[in-house]
């Protein structure tokens, strides 16, 4: 297959969603598949691209911006000229990573008469813009990366027949049990026999971290007894100033706490699997809500154990034995009960470690998530440019609910 690509930032900084796209492309190329990339903005994630892309597209504009007539015609100008490279390109198929990219994915699967496919990475917006709703009208198939997504867009008005879960899959080689995980302690600064506890993500207000670093303060342990490292860097915020005062907020709690001596603060990292091995627990305290938690997947794949929510898609990854490791929303006393249970299982349960890693292996492994979009996509080009997206209609009674009934969006992430 020849397959059109749309990114917006091809970025390690932005999370999960950028790492399983290009995991889906690598091994879509190497399985012989010809990937075009489209995207708006550079990202460190371009020279891994530059190994296998047939070719690769920077345009300005995936939207066409409609608040005055000034930007509207400047913009639909500026959006003319993004899909005219585009246009060059005889894709089999059109895939796109979000809904965001669907007025742009939808015009050219329509002007070159090919299937759109769409990757629903996140849950339904309480609205949506009039372009958007246009695109998403001409997807052949869409794809969520768990069955928390899927119920979420069921209950949005998609068409069941066109949505397929296909997990998120995890690199095992890059993620993996093997290394030295008292020379990463030493160069993380973390004493050899403490209790480590790791955060790794966004510093962005809706991950919560402010739970964990509580839960953390009520273990009562001093600084050459637990550490928690916190990995990670602002990157939704209003501003460089809003984000540098989150992060100062989340440090003066520290300081109140009495924590401060306690916490690493790693900043952006590039060796997370040295230092998930390094780590005896990792926790994920989004209110996101998280789809999927692929860190989660990615601690238990370097044998480490991981807690997170009982909410959106994180009980899809934490599920079997390991629903215990599930923590009620807001529940402070719960998530640090639950680390001081773990604080000594290498001795405790010392299989543990094992059996995160084997239930990866069953679960999530890249190649399964790779060989299901393919099939995605193979499907889509035999059933062509047929258009199977929700009608706005649907969107319309969503919407409508959202805004009547404010606790039916709750209703898709709490389980």
Known sequence: ?????????????????????????????????????????????????????????????????????????????????????????NPDVVYINQTREAFFGGAVARLKHVPLVCHLHIFPHKTFRPQIKWGLQHV??????????????????FDPKTLQVVYNGIDLKRFSMQGDRQQTRQRLDVPPDAFAVLYAGRIDRPKNIEMLIRAFAQLGL??????????????????????????????DLCSQLRISDSVNWLGRRTDLPEIFRAADVSVLPSLLPDTFGLVLAESMACGTPALGLKYGGIPDVLS?????????VGDVAGLSDRL???????????????????????????????AEVETVLQEAVEAGPVRLGPSPESLQAWEHEVVTNPTALAGLVTR
């Open 320 to 328: 079997d034995e390991f629903e215990k490791f599930q923590i009620a």
């Open 222 to 251: 001093p600084p050459e007894q637990a550490r928690l490292m916190i990995v990670g860097s602002p990157v939704v915020h209003s501003s460089p100033e809003a984000a540098t005062a989150y992060v100062q907020e989340l440090k």
């Open 140 to 157: 052949t198939r869409f794809m969520t990366v768990s069955q928390a997504t899927l119920q979420g867009y069921l209950r949005a008005g």
């Open 1 to 89: 297959m020849k397959i059109l690509v749309l990114e917006n930032e091809p970025s390690s900084r932005r999370g999960g969603q950028e790492w399983c796209l290009l995991e889906v492309c690598t091994g879509l190329a190497q399985r012989g598949h010809e990937i075009h990339l489209i995207y708006r903005e550079d990202g460190d994630f371009l020279p891994k691209y530059q190994q296998f892309c047939k070719s690769m597209t920077k345009v300005r504009r995936y939207v066409i911006d409609t608040t005055g007539k000034r930007h509207l015609i400047l913009s639909s100008l500026s959006w003319l000229g993004s899909l005219l490279p585009a246009l060059k390109i």
């Open 340 to 370: 001081r249970s773990l604080r000594n299982w290498q001795e405790t349960d010392p299989t543990l470690g094992q059996r995160c890693r084997a239930y990866v292996e069953k679960r999530f492994p890249v190649e399964r998530m790779v």
